[in-house]
């Protein structure tokens, strides 16, 4: 049985291969505020609040582009009500914790952490305080995006744009499915999801986000009922 603080440790060790695309990905959305003309104060304090980059990105382009505080703020929840399936998937391991963990633990789960401790969890069900996986994830991400962001509000402006940091923000998420490319029933859904963003890709407020993974579980669940 691991103590809090191994568990806590493990969380921060098994989150540390991301930050090697992360910290790029938060240099470009604090690089890209100011180049869009926003104060940098609320550039970062946005990272603090949405702790988000894909959403961060959304948000300033979209006011950037003269769009209402309520279609930005509506784009936002569009594209992190993904996470609404993150809490589905977690909730049976953090079940006994109370209200007021869960929200404060919600705030710093994020694509990667979600990734690396729903596998932990899957394989250490019997630990006792397995939330401390959790816990040490997304505090790792949370204290290296708020650098990255700053990082990018001060010397974005000063990279090279022949340095090609934007390609780290695909190989942020490409290096969360890699391993699951090996097994036929997981690259199904993957291909289901991408084909499925395609081609609802024009739907409004980028609901696209959430529409394209609800029809992967769909079919996730269709493919687990015929394997039974």
């Not at 505090?139 to 010397?155: D, P």
């Not at 699951?180 to 609901?207: E, N, Q, T």
């Amino acid at each position: 049985m691991l103590t809090k603080k191994q568990l806590f440790t493990r969380g921060m060790l098994d989150i540390s291969p991301h930050m090697l695309s992360v910290i790029p990905f938060g240099i470009i959305c604090g690089a890209i505020g100011v180049e869009l003309g926003f104060d940098p104060l609320l550039v970062y304090a946005m990272s603090i609040i949405i702790f988000g980059g894909a959403s961060q990105i959304v948000f300033l382009q979209l006011l950037s582009g003269g769009a209402s505080g309520l279609v930005a703020a509506t784009s936002v929840g569009v594209i992190n009500s993904r996470h609404l399936l993150y809490g589905a998937v977690l909730s049976e391991y953090l079940e006994k914790l109370s209200l007021i963990k869960k929200l404060l633990i919600s705030y710093i789960i994020v694509d990667q952490g979600f990734a690396e401790s729903n596998k932990f969890f899957k394989k250490n069900k019997s630990e006792q305080y397995l939330h401390y996986h959790l816990i040490g994830t997304g505090c790792t991400m949370w204290v290296c995006w708020q650098i990255a962001t700053l990082s990018g509000i001060i010397l974005g402006s000063f990279v090279p744009e022949e340095l090609g940091l934007k390609f780290a923000i695909p190989l942020t998420f490409i290096a969360i499915v890699i391993q699951d490319l090996k097994k036929l029933d997981h690259l199904i859904v993957m291909i289901v999801c991408g084909l499925s963003s395609l081609l609802f890709y024009d739907a409004p407020f980028r609901s696209y986000i959430i529409i394209s993974p609800i029809l992967a579980l769909l079919v996730a669940a269709l493919i687990l009922r015929l394997k039974k």
